[in-house]
């Protein structure tokens, strides 16, 4: 069995948004925008585009439908495929993650000991301007 393909950041943000609850468009914007700390602001053409193709990829399905101030307001929905999408990906950025944690550990312990240039052990305590030396 070959290994899923990693999900680009925008679609694993917008499954992300839908992991809580069905959500419409513009909530989906808002939150994709939250959980990306506004790194990254999807275009209603772009949400859109994707929310066809994971449709299609059967990762997420209309939910519903309601009219608001005389326009109509499509929810979605995370189907079952599209959470167990969101759970590989999530396992899968977890143990990069945990890897580069602990080779960043190692180096940083090796350079604390080693008195390196940058490391906590090589650099000058800072006071503040005015307080004794």
Sequence with gaps: MTAPTPLREP?????????????????????????????????????????????????????????VDGRLRRYYR???????????????LRRNVEAASQRLRARLGRAARAGAPGSAAARPTLRPAGGPA
């Design 11 to 67: 679609t694993f943000l917008i499954l992300t948004a839908l992991a809580r609850e069905p959500m419409h468009g513009y909530g989906i914007v808002t939150e994709v925008a939250a959980l990306s700390e506004g790194r990254l602001s999807l275009r209603p053409g772009t949400l859109y585009g994707a929310l066809d193709r994971l449709a299609d990829e059967g990762l997420v399905a209309p939910d519903r439908e309601e009219v």
């Design 78 to 92: 995370l189907t079952d495929a599209g959470t167990a999408a969101l759970t590989a990906e999530t396992e899968r």
